[in-house]
């Protein structure tokens, strides 16, 4: 480093630094690189520069040709939660072809999607606790995040990218001991969140860490189209789940935790943070229900068409993921799709991130990164 | 000052509340496995490379079809009739002779497309996940039994036989034309008689 | 030739001991993970790991960033390294081993772990790198800050125990004479000084930025902090100093709280060579503790920190200090 030689030392120049966080960086969550523009430590602009992951989703899903054969892209919008991506995009294109589906693949497409709501969420809560260096519970996190794992992959034989469901019904049958084993990890998982919350959520230094930063007022949500945990954070009671069902959640009954601001302001991390724990509750009560209300018999194979003719016509379907609403456009024409476009809450959180970390500390900016929990695949698709 | 008190004694607090459940994690039994020595046994289904019974295959090419990254690779040559190729194990007639059968593991997304539209399960997910490779060429699975030699004695006879029923076709057609043309001028003979 | 091996008995003991801790360290959090940690190298629960690790390190190509200023990144692990080697000269590691058994001990001491910070700033500037730069700057508000109460708490010690000499302060701890059982450890000789040691242990995790102090080197803000640039021995050497900083601000507690290589027994099981135990035992107990709360707890923002200090740690230890002195005149 050249020498910087000051010739008045009496006129104290106060100059900014910036600093590139990313793309390899150890908590942007993937390859998210952000140009952070720092005064000291304070942070005074960020820019997320995205696309380092961008692997032509919508362009590819519209070449293929064949509505089928693009099930299996979805799950690599958002692979942290790749069965939420797989359901929107199969109950909008059986809402395009008017398919009906049997009650059980509805119940076992809801228990699953809530399995993958929990493991998603384990994830972004223990990375978001990495984040803020608590390593421990980022791994007691993945213990559990591996038994829901272990599940999906004695239903649909892969660990992470399902491609389980189908347009109108499922992959496979569904294997004998599904049920029972579900069972056991409902009731083994509730004990694990309380130890969590020990060691994490109502830990001090946590506390310090999260409450007050990044406050995301719900207005400011809203404008930004915000959703997922990121605008329950902050205050505002929405979730596609309950506010216009799709599937069949309208029979279950379950709360919609939101920011209460209990630790800080309304919209801090600490609150995005505890509507995903409070969601995990959540979800063991939708998997509950759905489990005892389940069809014991029924062919998962029955609506599916054996081949797929296409329709014209326009459809939009959203759906809740972990991450927040997912929603698919489709416009159809008899040849096949003519436009795939996927809305994904990874990107449109992202957009937020300016606007919350100004003023923040570098350390602080780690931990609203981390309270987005975003997915880059997702964010690039 | 009491609040800074208050505040001191809920970190000290909650420190140990941590620390007391690390320590409980700390006298457990690890859940790690040791892979080489131990395994995890995979469920039946597993994904993780592909399959084929060659004997049971029909030449259908639904797979090829079915694969979203074109990693499926299939040529079928007719069989000629002098060779009957059996039956499969589900019971399906045999009508092509499979000349290639290559699979692209390293193109493989092992999503399971491939599977369902087989007619004849043949095609099919293993859980058999030791495979790695250092050159990118040897994943490329080759399913085809036929020798060099046989596929291109196949492709002769099968070309042959072709020729035949193209000439024979012709040969017929010709005739047929011959005929009608044979009539059609008779007609007209009869035409002009009248 | 004699003087020689004298000198480097501590030397081995601090290699041996850091290639140990380093180990200890992997298997505590490998364990309070669920996890086994290293396994193989060498057979038993992989006791070998930090030995294969280190000739790894030694081969490792030394990477110097261009534009960095070479001088200073060399020499700074080095200079780091010997700051916390030059302090075990003080340290009475048995009734019959202290490499210099100075009447100024405890102020020897502290002066040379000073130049930690030095040290620090001179490898977060040296590198070039931003991150570093920030880690450097970290380091040098943190250190300075909590030397202050280290040594506000040291001095209640020091109140109590009227020597410098950190021999002089093992000896008076032996034997067990209050109520009876306890030892004539200082922890046990003045109520006040728990509160003490309880300032003490939070500055010493601080001073050797351990979680949840460990801003300088925080791995998911600042990557690594000042040892970003850093690979191949030169960050061996780093982590060494790291360790061996650790040992000697526990050793330290242990001889000014905890009664050096005194015998919790009295006389039983006491002697140079069970003293010696003794003392690591006790300074041992202390990097564990340091460990396990390494692996149970996050980390506080830089603010944060200097808030502890400034707003908590230093009043308490000055009206602590103020306590103890009224307690040992008044009895």
């Known amino acids: ?381 | 000052m009491v609040q800074t008190l208050k505040k001191s004694w809920t970190t000290f607090k909650t420190i140990f509340t941590g620390m007391g459940v690390t320590m409980r994690h700390l006298l457990q039994p690890s859940v790690t496995l040791r892979y080489p020595e131990e395994r995890d046994e995979l469920p039946s289904g597993a994904r993780s490379k592909l399959f084929v019974h060659i004997d049971d295959c029909i030449g259908c090419k639904l797979c090829e079809r079915a694969c979203p990254v074109n990693c499926i690779a299939i040529e079928t040559v007719q069989a000629t009739k002098d060779v009957d190729l059996g039956k499969t194990s589900t019971g399906n007639p045999k009508r092509f002779w499979i000349t290639t059968f290559n699979i692209d593991m390293s193109k493989c997304m092992y999503c399971d497309m491939c599977v369902p539209p087989c007619p004849t399960e043949c095609i099919s997910m293993v859980p058999e996940y030791e495979y790695s490779e250092y050159d990118r060429n040897n994943l490329l699975f080759q399913f085809s039994e036929l020798s060099a030699d046989k596929v291109t004695e196949v492709k002769e006879k099968a070309e042959k036989e072709q020729e035949e029923k193209q000439r024979k076709k012709k040969e017929a057609a010709r005739k047929k034309k011959a005929q009608k043309a044979d009539q059609t001028s008779k007609a007209k003979q009869k035409n002009s008689e009248g | 030739m004699a003087l020689l091996i004298f000198a480097t008995l501590p030397l081995l003991l601090i290699v041996g001991y850091a290639l140990f801790a380093i180990w200890l360290e992997r298997k505590v959090s490998a364990h309070i993970q669920d996890r086994l940690g290293p396994m193989r190298v060498g057979g038993w629960h992989g006791w070998a790991q930090t030995i294969a690790d280190m000739l790894k390190l030694i081969q490792k190509e030394d990477i110097i960033p261009t534009n960095a200023s070479r001088f200073l990144f060399k020499s700074a692990p080095f200079v780091l390294f010997a700051a916390s080697y030059a302090a075990f000269s003080v340290i009475p590691f048995s009734s019959a081993y202290i490499g210099s058994s100075i009447n100024i001990g405890v102020f020897y001491l502290l002066a040379v772990t000073s130049l930690l910070t030095l040290s620090v700033i001179m490898g977060a500037w040296a590198s070039n790198n931003k991150w570093s730069l920030l880690g450097g700057m970290r380091t040098a508000a943190q250190m300075v800050s909590y030397e202050v109460p280290t040594i506000m708490s040291v001095l209640s010690v020091l109140v109590v125990a009227g020597s410098l000499n950190l021999m002089t302060i093992s000896e008076m701890q032996t034997g067990n004479d209050i109520l009876g059982f306890l030892p004539n450890w200082l922890i046990f000789q003045n109520p006040f000084l728990i509160v003490a040691f309880i300032i003490f242990f939070i500055s010493i995790v601080a001073e050797s930025h351990r979680v949840p102090f460990d801003l300088p080197e925080s791995e998911s803000e600042l990557v690594a902090g000042f040892q970003t640039e850093y690979s191949g021995m030169r960050w061996g050497i780093f982590m060494l100093a790291e360790y061996a900083d650790m040992l000697l601000l526990s050793l330290l507690g242990a001889v000014l709280f905890f009664g050096g290589w005194a015998s919790p027994f009295g006389s039983y099981l006491s002697g140079p060579v069970w003293g010696f135990i003794w003392f690591m035992l006790k300074g041992l107990l202390f990097v564990f503790v340091m460990m396990w709360m390494r692996w149970t707890l996050p980390r506080y923002r830089v603010d944060q920190l200097m808030e502890i200090c400034w707003t908590i740690l230093i009043p308490v230890s000055f009206i602590n200090f103020v306590l103890i002195a009224l307690w040992e005149m008044t009895f």
């Open chain 1, 1 to 381: 480093m050249a020498p910087v030689t000051s010739p008045q030392p009496a006129a104290i120049e106060n100059r900014t630094m910036t600093i590139n966080m990313g793309p390899q960086h150890p908590s942007t969550h993937g390859v998210l690189r952000l140009e952070v523009t720092v005064d000291g430590e304070v942070v005074t602009k960020v820019k997320p520069d995205i696309g380092y992951l961008h692997r032509c989703f919508e362009k590819y899903a519209e070449s293929l040709g064949d509505y089928a054969k693009v099930v299996p892209y979805t799950d690599r919008i958002d692979y942290v939660s790749a069965l939420h991506q797989e359901m929107g995009y199969v109950i909008a294109v059986e809402k395009l072809l008017e398919l009906e589906v049997p009650e059980r693949v509805e119940y076992m497409r809801v228990i699953l999607a809530e399995l993958q709501r929990i493991a998603s969420h384990l994830l972004g809560i223990g990375t978001f606790g990495l984040d803020l260096g608590a390593f421990t519970p980022f791994l007691y996190c993945f213990i559990e995040r591996e038994n829901i794992l272990r599940i999906l992959e004695k239903v649909s034989g892969a660990r992470l990218l399902y491609n389980y469901l189908c347009v109108g019904g499922l992959m496979r049958d569904i294997p004998t001991d599904f049920t029972s084993d579900t069972w056991e990890f409902v009731t083994s998982f509730r004990p694990k969140i309380k130890e969590l919350n020990d060691l994490l959520t109502t830990n001090s230094i946590f506390i310090d860490r999260t409450a007050n930063i990044g406050v995301l007022p719900a207005e400011v949500a809203l404008n930004y189209s915000a959703s997922g945990p990121m605008l329950r954070g902050s205050g505002v009671s929405w979730d596609l789940r309950k506010n216009d069902p799709y599937s069949i959640y309208d029979r279950f009954e379950f709360n919609v935790p939101v920011g209460q601001g209990e630790m800080g302001t309304v919209g801090d991390c600490w609150d995005r943070y505890i509507v995903r724990v409070r969601e995990m509750e959540e979800s063991l009560k939708i998997i509950e229900q759905a489990l005892d209300q389940m069809p014991g018999e029924g062919d998962v194979k029955e609506a599916v068409p054996r081949r797929i003719r296409s329709k014209e016509g326009e459809v939009y379907v959203r759906t809740e993921t972990p991450r927040g609403e997912l929603g698919y456009y489709i416009i159809s024409e008899k040849s096949g799709p003519y436009r795939i476009k996927a809305r994904t809450p990874s990107f449109v959180n992202l957009s937020i991130l300016p606007a919350i970390s100004k003023g923040a500390l570098v350390a602080d900016l780690v931990a609203i990164v981390g309270s987005i929990d975003i997915v880059l695949g997702g964010v690039d698709r």
